[in-house]
Nanobody, 121 residues
Framework: QVQLVESGGGLVQAGGSLRLSCAAS????????MSWYRQEPGKQRELVAS?????????ADSVKGRFTISRDNVKTTVYLYLQMDSLKPEDTAVYYC?????????????WGQGTQVTVSS
């Protein structure tokens, strides 16, 4: 089991920046990839950025060059970050932290509770 707690959302003007944080605890040694997703009302959840256990990153085309994902292991907690710069109104959504664990060939996905990001024009 992995527990995820996000923080850092809020209201910001277009062109501004926000930094989202996610603290992962529990069976962190089983975590492989970690990701940020976002979801707008009435729309499907979409993948924003991912980072592997080895540090490889990938981004949705809509956020490339503006968002940066990173992770840091500190004792019994893994911290996942999303630095969001040059924010646009279309970045407004609930952002979710996700972690994938792998154990004996079985993958499991865990989700945080979500944090609202609102970008005003």
């Amino acid at each position: 089991q992995v527990q995820l707690v996000e923080s850092g959302g809020g209201l910001v003007q277009a062109g501004g920046s926000l930094r989202l944080s996610c603290a992962a605890s529990g069976s962190i040694f089983r975590i492989s990839a970690m990701s940020w997703y976002r979801q707008e009302p009435g729309k499907q959840r979409e993948l924003v950025a991912s980072i592997s256990s080895g540090g490889s990153t990938s981004y949705a085309d809509s956020v490339k060059g503006r968002f940066t994902i990173s992770r840091d292991n500190v004792k019994t907690t893994v911290y996942l970050y999303l630095q969001m710069d040059s924010l646009k109104p279309e970045d407004t959504a609930v952002y979710y932290c996700a972690a994938r664990t792998e154990n004996l060939g079985v993958a499991s996905d865990y989700w945080g509770q979500g944090t609202q990001v609102t970008v005003s024009s």
